[in-house]
């Protein structure tokens, strides 16, 4: 019955590979969000998404991008994987777009570049 | 730009005192703050949110001060209890403005 579910909760990778985190929230939530924990433990956001809207944080490399194929999904793609993707990701949800709103979050996935 | 701080990045108290943890922020006019709890390999828990317009919150445990004149919230938590050793992630909102976490506190709470 886990709320927000992220897939794999580790993954190690070299350098140049395409790599997908996927995420699944069976909460109903209308919005969905990456973030990035580095090594100082900052957490920083990547994307926002509900189905009319996508927010990207604009530094983020193009190399992210976000797929949802439905509400309760948001998966993430990473083309050509470099030393510095190496982090947390974490996904969330939360009910609106709404700055009241809290944030359900995965577990995380652990990507390892090397 | 935009910047939150958190007091220190550990914490050390005993079991059974109140826990302090601060959260400034500068350039940011936020509407509601956050806290979060975050416990080595999970991801950040939901504890509390207080409104600008609000100077304190309670939840058990628990209490929220915000400060909007000094920008800072104060995040307590009375009768520690070594099951609360985490780290705490103040959080916030704002309108047209992204949600952005502060660095956390690792809070050891020592019996």
């Known amino acids: 019955d886990t709320a927000v579910s992220q897939t794999p909760k580790y993954l190690v990778t070299q350098m140049g590979n395409d790599k997908s985190i996927k995420c699944e929230q069976n909460?109903?939530?209308?919005?969905m969000y990456w973030y990035k924990q580095d090594s100082k433990k900052f957490l920083k956001i990547m994307f926002s998404?509900?189905?009319?809207?996508?927010?990207i944080n604009e530094t983020v490399p193009n190399r992210f991008s976000p797929k949802s194929p439905d509400k309760a999904h948001l998966n993430l793609h990473i083309n050509s994987l470099e030393l510095g993707d190496s982090a947390v990701y974490f996904c969330?949800?939360?009910?609106?777009?709404?700055?009241?709103?809290?944030?359900?979050f995965g577990n995380g996935t652990r990507l390892t570049v090397t | 730009s935009q910047k939150i701080e958190q007091n220190s990045e550990a914490l050390n108290i005993q079991e059974g005192k109140t826990a302090t943890l601060t959260c400034n922020y500068t350039?940011?006019?936020?509407?509601?703050l956050q806290w979060y709890r975050q416990d080595p390999g999970r991801g950040p828990v939901f504890l509390l949110l207080?409104?600008?317009?609000?100077k304190e919150k309670r939840k058990e445990r628990l209490k929220v001060t915000f400060d909007t004149t000094l920008k800072q919230s104060l995040f307590h938590i009375t009768a520690s209890q070594p099951a609360d050793s985490a780290t705490y992630l103040c959080?916030?909102?704002?309108?047209?403005?992204?949600?952005?976490f502060g660095p956390g506190t690792r809070l050891s709470v020592l019996p």
């Open positions: 969330a949800s939360s009910q609106m777009d709404s700055l009241n709103s809290p944030l359900h």
């Open positions: 909460l109903g939530h209308d919005t």
């Open positions: 998404y509900n189905n009319k809207e996508l927010i």
């Open positions: 350039n940011y006019s936020p509407a509601y």
């Open positions: 207080i409104r600008e317009n609000e």
């Open positions: 959080a916030l909102t704002g309108y047209g403005q992204n949600f952005v």
